[in-house]
Structure formats: C-alpha cells, structure tokens
Nanobody, 117 residues
Framework: QVQLVESGGGSVQPGGSLRLSCVGS????????MGWYRQAPGKQRELVAR???????DYGDPVKGRFTISRDNAQNTVSLQMNSLKPEDTAVYYC???????????WGQGTQVTVSS
C-alpha cells in the first residue's frame, strides 16, 4: 500500500510558476505509474500528467509545453513543474499511483493551486 502526500500548492499570478511534490511512503513507488490529476469546482477530475516506471510521460492537452512531470525513485517522490500558469489551471491537484500489474490505485489528499491576479 502507498500513502501519498502532496505539497507545493498555493496562489500565484498568471504567468507564474509553481512546483508540486508528492512523497510516497509505505512502499517504493519504483514500480508504479505516477500521475497528477486536477479537479476544478463543478468539473470532472482530469489528467494533468503521468510518468510510467520506464520514465515515459503523458500530458493532458491543456498543459502540454507548460508543465513537466518527473520522478525520483530514490526519494520516492514525483514532482510537477508548472510554468506559464493560467487562471484556468486553478484546481485541486491530486497525486496518483497505479501499479499496472495489479491495478492497485492510490490517491493523495490534494493540494490547492490558485492562479489569479
């Protein structure tokens, strides 16, 4: 079982940057696909970015070219660098871990990101 704790959310002006981090505990995240999802008020949760155990990555269309996901298995951490932030990026961001072979899935508690002038 994996426990996930996010950090790094906050408020920023349009065009600014934030870096989110997610630390896993309980087991190594090495064999998990790790992802960031977000949910804005009144909207469905959507994929932001994910990184697989072989370091291949996948991004949601709204964030391509602006966000970068990375992982550090030694630190049991996955990060999301968010640049050129827009008001529409405002949402609660959730860390996700999936072990593909078993489809065991875990979520963090979420961290708020607000982009506003």
């Amino acid at each position: 079982q994996v426990q996930l704790v996010e950090s790094g959310g906050g408020s920023v002006q349009p065009g600014g940057s934030l870096r989110l981090s997610c630390v896993g505990s309980g087991t190594t995240i090495r064999f998990y696909a790790m992802g960031w999802y977000r949910q804005a008020p009144g909207k469905q949760r959507e994929l932001v970015a994910r990184i697989f155990s072989d370091d291949t990555t996948d991004y949601g269309d709204p964030v391509k070219g602006r966000f970068t996901i990375s992982r550090d298995n030694a630190q049991n951490t996955v990060s999301l660098q968010m640049n050129s932030l827009k008001p529409e990026d405002t949402a609660v961001y959730y860390c996700n871990a999936i072990r593909i072979v078993t489809m065991a899935e875990y979520w963090g508690q979420g961290t708020q990101v607000t982009v506003s002038s």
